[in-house]
Nanobody, 121 residues
Framework: QVQLVESGGGLVQAGGSLRLSCVVS????????FGWFRQAPGKEREFVAA????????HYADSVTGRFTISRDNAKNTVYLQMNSLKPSDTAVYYC??????????????WGQGTQVTVSS
């Protein structure tokens, strides 16, 4: 098991940028794949992006492709989500998750508490 703590959320105007960070505690950070999911009010949790254990594979939801970038720093036990050209539709609580490389919530067994991202129009 690992523990995940997200940060970097906040309020930003449409077209702006934010970088989310996810600090992971545990001895086996490099053996996990990581994902970012988000959940807007009244909606189900949805996949945003994932990165493989070595960082060589990444996958994005169609809605964020070309605007968001997931990365990882194994030396710092940290996963990042760089979000550019933000839209009001990106408003949600963003969650970091650890598990196997995939795009389904059930692929990830450990989750953070989430960080709120609000994009104003």
């Amino acid at each position: 098991q690992v523990q995940l703590v997200e940060s970097g959320g906040g309020l930003v105007q449409a077209g702006g940028s934010l970088r989310l960070s996810c600090v992971v505690s545990g001895r086996t950070f490099s053996s996990y794949a990581f994902g970012w999911f988000r959940q807007a009010p009244g909606k189900e949790r949805e996949f945003v992006a994932a990165i493989s254990w070595g960082g060589g594979l990444t996958h994005y939801a169609d809605s964020v492709t070309g605007r968001f970038t997931i990365s990882r720093d194994n030396a710092k036990n940290t996963v990042y989500l760089q979000m550019n050209s933000l839209k009001p539709s990106d408003t949600a609580v963003y969650y970091c998750a650890a598990g196997v490389y995939g795009n389904r919530p059930e692929d990830f067994g450990s989750w953070g508490q989430g960080t709120q991202v609000t994009v104003s129009s």
